[in-house]
């Protein structure tokens, strides 16, 4: 089974501030990694697919990058509806979560 | 409008059995692989099930894996959960939710149901 590990656990973050959220496979999964951003009692919403491709809809200053067994989304400019609990995904061999990060406003 | 809502959840003592239902609609249900996607309280996110477009795959975790069977039924436009020999463990929100492939990322989620298994 593929492993993913998320980092940070937490995080909190300055109005405009640039934050970064990493996720590490434990094996290549070819850019097959999804990130996902839950609201308090909201189910998650899709953000980045395909590593780097911004979902429709989503604000320009979410971002995704990465390859292999690292990847990462950066907050370009925080912003208060951008709190919240992330998560990545990997779909390259089943689906698989990782332990997600809680995004809060400073 | 693309929609997925879940029904079904409840309190069930352990080793019972609960199925859910999740009714989709404002898209083309049939050409969607569909999932299961379970959140224990203040968890994580832990994929449960997946079935492909047609009914004839599907996959599980081990976490699952002979307790829990996805179906769905296309001229309906509906997925279910058949879970049996329910644990306390599987106490938690049940969202489905829809890929296009196998390698395409969840791009639309229900708004779960909870799931609560205690005597």
């Known amino acids: 089974d593929i492993q993913m590990t998320q980092s940070p656990a937490s995080l909190s973050a300055s109005l405009g501030e640039t934050i970064s959220i990493e996720c590490l496979a434990s094996?290549?999964?070819?850019?097959?990694l999804a990130w996902y951003q839950q609201k308090p009692g909201k189910s998650p919403q899709l953000l980045i697919y395909g590593a780097n491709s911004l979902q429709a809809g989503v604000p320009s200053r979410f971002s995704g990058s990465g390859s292999g067994t690292q990847y990462s989304l950066k907050i370009s400019s925080m912003q208060p509806e951008d709190e919240g609990d992330y998560f990545c995904q990997q779909s390259y061999k089943f689906w698989t979560f990782g332990g997600g990060t809680k995004l809060e406003l400073k | 409008e693309v929609q997925l809502v879940e029904s079904g959840g409840g309190l069930v003592q352990p080793g019972r059995s609960l199925k859910l239902s999740c009714a989709a609609s404002g898209f083309t249900f049939s050409n969607y692989y569909m999932a299961w996607v379970r959140q224990a309280p203040k968890k994580g996110l832990e994929w449960v099930a997946t079935?492909?477009?047609?009914?004839?795959?599907?996959y599980y975790p081990d976490s699952v894996k002979g307790r829990f069977t996805i179906s769905r039924d296309n001229a309906k436009s509906s997925l279910y959960l058949q879970m049996n020999s329910l644990k306390s463990e599987d106490t938690a929100t049940y969202y489905c939710a829809r890929h296009m492939y196998t390698t395409d990322p969840f791009d639309y989620w229900g708004q779960g149901v909870m799931v609560t298994v205690s005597s």
């Open positions: 094996e290549g999964i070819s850019s097959y």
């Open positions: 079935i492909s477009t047609s009914g004839s795959r599907t």
